[in-house]
């Protein structure tokens, strides 16, 4: 993968697109996005705005780690700037088209999810919220160490 092939996998699924080679801004089904890149280094990331971190309670935070583990799958949630994010990292020249294709959707899935399944596919591998855990009754269970 470079920069061209990306831009082009990026026109083909986006709604709009704007931006400069290898830092572009677009929209996914209404959704805003952004991509970067750095050759150089190797490296992308696709990312989509959710909320201001100043929003985030201590449930949602956790509900955001437990979803990194179980259900956020390829994408994570990361702050920065003041800015929760649904995020997509991945090497540059070994992205292949149909991974920058589907990092799109679940970086889609995972901010429209937020909140509530916090899921970019419909895979999930257990799990559960904050809230969920609250209810259940307290089990004393042997801490191993790794």
Known sequence: MDNTKLQEIIEKNADTLGGVSGNWKFLYKETPMLC?????????RIISPITESKNLDKDLLLDSMTANFHSALDVKYAISNGILWSVYI?????????????????????????????????????????????????????????
């Open 90 to 146: 991945h090497p540059l020249k070994e992205l292949t088209p149909e991974q920058a294709e589907n990092a799109i959707s679940q970086v889609y899935y995972a901010a429209k999810t937020f909140g509530t399944t916090f899921s970019s596919t419909a895979l999930i591998f257990g799990g559960g919220s904050a809230k969920e855990k609250k209810e259940e009754p307290i089990k004393e269970q042997k801490t191993h160490k790794f």
């Open 36 to 44: 970067v890149t750095d050759a150089t280094n190797n490296r992308m």
